[in-house]
Protein backbone atom coordinates (compact mmCIF):
# COMPACT_ATOMS: atom_id res chain seq x y z
CA UNK A 1 0.00 0.00 0.00
CA UNK A 2 1.62 3.35 -1.13
CA UNK A 3 1.43 6.02 2.03
CA UNK A 4 1.01 3.78 4.18
CA UNK A 5 1.91 4.71 7.90
CA UNK A 6 1.17 1.42 9.46
CA UNK A 7 3.43 0.86 12.88
CA UNK A 8 3.71 4.44 13.41
CA UNK A 9 2.00 6.94 15.96
CA UNK A 10 1.49 10.64 14.67
CA UNK A 11 0.52 13.17 17.17
CA UNK A 12 -1.54 16.54 15.77
CA UNK A 13 -2.06 18.86 18.20
CA UNK A 14 -5.26 20.55 18.17
CA UNK A 15 -7.11 17.67 16.07
CA UNK A 16 -10.54 17.90 17.54
CA UNK A 17 -11.50 20.14 14.36
CA UNK A 18 -10.62 21.97 11.58
CA UNK A 19 -7.45 21.13 9.50
CA UNK A 20 -6.00 19.18 12.76
CA UNK A 21 -8.93 16.82 12.66
CA UNK A 22 -8.61 15.98 9.03
CA UNK A 23 -4.79 15.59 9.10
CA UNK A 24 -5.70 13.20 12.06
CA UNK A 25 -8.01 11.05 10.11
CA UNK A 26 -6.31 10.91 7.22
CA UNK A 27 -3.12 10.02 8.87
CA UNK A 28 -5.05 7.50 10.57
CA UNK A 29 -6.79 5.83 7.71
CA UNK A 30 -3.22 5.03 6.31
CA UNK A 31 -2.60 2.91 9.58
CA UNK A 32 -1.29 5.49 12.20
CA UNK A 33 -2.41 5.22 15.67
CA UNK A 34 -3.37 9.11 16.16
CA UNK A 35 -4.74 10.37 19.77
CA UNK A 36 -7.21 13.28 19.97
CA UNK A 37 -5.94 16.08 21.35
CA UNK A 38 -7.76 19.08 22.96
CA UNK A 39 -7.37 21.56 25.44
CA UNK A 40 -11.01 23.54 25.68
CA UNK A 41 -13.61 21.22 24.08
CA UNK A 42 -13.88 18.29 25.57
CA UNK A 43 -17.43 17.55 23.91
CA UNK A 44 -16.33 18.71 20.83
CA UNK A 45 -13.43 15.96 21.33
CA UNK A 46 -15.57 13.32 22.17
CA UNK A 47 -17.52 13.75 18.91
CA UNK A 48 -13.99 13.56 17.14
CA UNK A 49 -12.96 10.64 19.13
CA UNK A 50 -16.25 9.29 17.80
CA UNK A 51 -15.29 9.73 14.56
CA UNK A 52 -12.07 8.33 14.41
CA UNK A 53 -13.24 5.33 15.92
CA UNK A 54 -15.80 4.98 13.86
CA UNK A 55 -13.15 4.62 10.56
CA UNK A 56 -11.39 1.67 12.71
CA UNK A 57 -8.38 4.18 13.91
CA UNK A 58 -6.48 3.26 17.23
CA UNK A 59 -7.19 6.38 19.06
CA UNK A 60 -7.58 7.64 22.11
CA UNK A 61 -8.59 11.20 23.90
CA UNK A 62 -5.82 13.54 26.17
CA UNK A 63 -6.41 17.05 26.69
CA UNK A 64 -3.30 19.29 26.94
CA UNK A 65 -1.73 22.34 26.56
CA UNK A 66 0.75 22.19 23.68
CA UNK A 67 1.87 25.42 24.11
CA UNK A 68 3.66 24.65 27.41
CA UNK A 69 6.47 22.07 28.74
CA UNK A 70 3.85 20.64 31.30
CA UNK A 71 1.36 19.94 28.52
CA UNK A 72 3.49 18.46 26.01
CA UNK A 73 5.16 15.99 28.50
CA UNK A 74 1.32 14.80 29.34
CA UNK A 75 0.56 14.42 25.99
CA UNK A 76 3.71 12.59 25.06
CA UNK A 77 3.49 10.27 28.48
CA UNK A 78 -0.09 9.14 27.36
CA UNK A 79 0.39 8.71 23.56
CA UNK A 80 3.15 6.32 24.46
CA UNK A 81 1.02 4.53 27.36
CA UNK A 82 -1.91 3.85 25.20
CA UNK A 83 -0.58 3.86 21.78
CA UNK A 84 3.35 3.66 21.38
CA UNK A 85 6.24 5.85 20.95
CA UNK A 86 5.07 9.14 18.56
CA UNK A 87 7.66 9.29 15.28
CA UNK A 88 5.01 11.27 13.40
CA UNK A 89 4.97 14.99 14.93
CA UNK A 90 2.76 17.82 13.17
CA UNK A 91 2.07 20.86 15.56
CA UNK A 92 -0.70 22.53 14.69
CA UNK A 93 -2.78 23.46 17.63
CA UNK A 94 -3.23 27.72 17.52
CA UNK A 95 -5.34 30.16 18.91
CA UNK A 96 -7.48 33.31 17.82
CA UNK A 97 -5.34 35.49 14.92
CA UNK A 98 -6.99 38.82 14.76
CA UNK A 99 -5.82 40.62 11.97
CA UNK A 100 -4.69 44.14 13.74
CA UNK A 101 -2.49 46.92 13.05
CA UNK A 102 0.44 46.84 15.07
CA UNK A 103 -0.02 49.18 17.64
CA UNK A 104 -3.57 47.46 18.59
CA UNK A 105 -1.26 44.23 19.36
CA UNK A 106 0.46 43.76 22.74
CA UNK A 107 3.74 42.22 23.48
CA UNK A 108 1.57 39.23 25.39
CA UNK A 109 -0.28 38.57 22.24
CA UNK A 110 3.26 38.21 19.99
CA UNK A 111 4.77 36.45 22.63
CA UNK A 112 1.03 33.75 22.69
CA UNK A 113 2.06 32.97 18.66
CA UNK A 114 5.72 32.53 19.39
CA UNK A 115 4.21 30.09 22.15
CA UNK A 116 2.30 28.04 19.76
CA UNK A 117 4.01 28.55 16.17
CA UNK A 118 7.81 27.92 17.54
CA UNK A 119 7.94 26.87 21.36
CA UNK A 120 5.84 24.33 20.89
CA UNK A 121 6.85 22.54 18.24
CA UNK A 122 10.54 22.81 20.19
CA UNK A 123 8.91 21.54 22.97
CA UNK A 124 7.39 18.16 20.91
CA UNK A 125 10.33 17.89 19.32
CA UNK A 126 13.03 17.87 22.61
CA UNK A 127 10.39 15.43 23.65
CA UNK A 128 10.08 13.10 20.75
CA UNK A 129 13.34 13.08 19.35
CA UNK A 130 15.39 10.49 21.15
CA UNK A 131 13.18 7.71 20.06
CA UNK A 132 13.35 9.14 16.51
CA UNK A 133 17.01 8.79 16.54
CA UNK A 134 17.35 5.46 18.02
CA UNK A 135 14.99 3.78 15.47
CA UNK A 136 16.38 5.79 12.64
CA UNK A 137 12.82 7.23 11.58
CA UNK A 138 10.79 10.10 12.21
CA UNK A 139 8.22 12.90 10.57
CA UNK A 140 8.21 16.42 11.76
CA UNK A 141 5.72 18.55 10.11
CA UNK A 142 4.86 21.54 10.81
CA UNK A 143 1.60 23.41 10.00
CA UNK A 144 2.62 27.26 8.33
CA UNK A 145 1.01 29.21 6.09
CA UNK A 146 0.86 31.55 2.71
CA UNK A 147 0.62 34.54 4.90
CA UNK A 148 4.35 34.70 5.43
CA UNK A 149 4.88 34.12 1.38
CA UNK A 150 2.50 37.01 0.66
CA UNK A 151 3.67 39.39 3.62
CA UNK A 152 -0.09 39.67 4.82
CA UNK A 153 -0.62 42.68 6.27
CA UNK A 154 -1.97 43.80 8.84
CA UNK A 155 -1.50 40.36 10.38
CA UNK A 156 1.96 41.31 12.49
CA UNK A 157 2.34 39.05 14.87
CA UNK A 158 0.87 36.13 13.30
CA UNK A 159 3.05 36.62 10.11
CA UNK A 160 6.02 36.72 12.39
CA UNK A 161 5.50 33.49 14.58
CA UNK A 162 5.18 31.93 11.17
CA UNK A 163 8.24 33.23 9.97
CA UNK A 164 10.53 32.12 12.64
CA UNK A 165 8.77 28.41 12.65
CA UNK A 166 9.87 28.28 8.90
CA UNK A 167 13.44 29.21 10.13
CA UNK A 168 13.23 26.86 13.09
CA UNK A 169 11.98 23.98 10.42
CA UNK A 170 14.68 24.51 7.63
CA UNK A 171 17.46 24.46 10.52
CA UNK A 172 16.22 21.56 11.75
CA UNK A 173 15.91 19.33 8.78
CA UNK A 174 19.64 20.57 7.90
CA UNK A 175 20.25 18.93 11.34
CA UNK A 176 18.35 16.11 11.38
CA UNK A 177 19.30 14.72 7.63
CA UNK A 178 22.00 12.74 8.96
CA UNK A 179 19.44 11.05 11.41
CA UNK A 180 16.71 9.56 9.15
CA UNK A 181 13.86 12.13 10.17
CA UNK A 182 12.91 14.39 8.31
CA UNK A 183 11.35 18.31 8.58
CA UNK A 184 8.96 19.41 6.15
CA UNK A 185 6.04 22.18 6.32
CA UNK A 186 2.22 22.46 4.55
CA UNK A 187 1.42 26.31 4.18
CA UNK A 188 -2.25 26.29 3.41
CA UNK A 189 -4.08 29.47 2.32
CA UNK A 190 -7.32 30.07 3.78
CA UNK A 191 -9.18 27.30 3.77
CA UNK A 192 -12.64 27.93 5.60
CA UNK A 193 -13.17 25.62 8.70
CA UNK A 194 -16.03 26.32 12.15
CA UNK A 195 -13.05 29.16 13.23
CA UNK A 196 -14.07 30.87 10.16
CA UNK A 197 -17.67 31.02 10.81
CA UNK A 198 -17.82 35.10 11.33
CA UNK A 199 -16.02 35.65 8.16
CA UNK A 200 -18.18 37.81 5.51
CA UNK A 201 -19.26 36.59 2.36
CA UNK A 202 -17.41 39.72 1.22
CA UNK A 203 -14.29 38.19 2.80
CA UNK A 204 -15.18 34.79 1.47
CA UNK A 205 -15.78 36.11 -2.29
CA UNK A 206 -12.67 38.78 -2.18
CA UNK A 207 -10.19 35.62 -1.64
CA UNK A 208 -12.04 33.17 -3.66
CA UNK A 209 -11.03 35.51 -6.28
CA UNK A 210 -7.60 35.08 -6.09
CA UNK A 211 -7.32 31.75 -6.31
CA UNK A 212 -6.27 30.65 -9.87
CA UNK A 213 -7.70 26.83 -9.00
CA UNK A 214 -11.14 28.44 -8.93
CA UNK A 215 -12.40 26.94 -6.36
CA UNK A 216 -12.11 26.64 -2.21
CA UNK A 217 -9.32 24.26 -0.61
CA UNK A 218 -10.91 21.93 1.83
CA UNK A 219 -9.24 20.04 4.74
CA UNK A 220 -8.14 17.40 3.08
CA UNK A 221 -6.38 19.16 0.96
CA UNK A 222 -4.03 19.48 3.37
CA UNK A 223 -4.49 16.66 4.91
CA UNK A 224 -3.03 15.13 2.21
CA UNK A 225 -0.02 16.75 1.92
CA UNK A 226 0.66 15.65 5.58
CA UNK A 227 0.54 12.14 4.58
CA UNK A 228 2.61 12.88 1.85
CA UNK A 229 5.78 13.78 4.04
CA UNK A 230 4.71 11.67 6.45
CA UNK A 231 5.23 8.74 4.26
CA UNK A 232 8.10 6.55 3.29
CA UNK A 233 7.72 8.08 -0.02
CA UNK A 234 8.97 11.40 1.37
CA UNK A 235 11.83 9.76 2.67
CA UNK A 236 14.16 11.93 0.69
CA UNK A 237 12.62 15.15 1.02
CA UNK A 238 13.42 17.35 3.85
CA UNK A 239 13.19 21.07 4.57
CA UNK A 240 10.33 21.76 1.74
CA UNK A 241 7.06 24.14 2.07
CA UNK A 242 4.18 22.99 0.10
CA UNK A 243 1.61 25.48 -0.60
CA UNK A 244 -1.70 24.07 -0.73
CA UNK A 245 -3.57 27.30 -1.97
CA UNK A 246 -4.46 26.59 -5.46
CA UNK A 247 -2.00 29.00 -7.27
CA UNK A 248 -1.95 31.92 -5.16
CA UNK A 249 1.87 31.22 -4.38
CA UNK A 250 2.91 29.71 -7.34
CA UNK A 251 7.27 30.08 -6.62
Not at 74 to 101: F, K, M, S, W
Not at 187 to 215: C, F, V
Request: glycine residues 10%; contains cysteine; charged residues 20%.
Amino acid sequence: MSFSLAGHTAIVTGNSSGLGKEIGLVLGNAGAKVPVNFYNNEQRAQATLAEYEAAGIDTCLIRADASTKEGVDHLYDETERQLGNPDILVPNATCDQPELPIDEYDWEFYQSMVDFFIKSPYLMTIRGMEHMKQQGWGRIINIVSEVYHRSVAPFSAYVAAKGGQIGWTRSMATEFAPLGITVNMVAPGWIPTERHADKSQEDLNGYLSMIPAGRWGVPKDVADAVLYFASDEASFVTGQTLCVNGGITPW
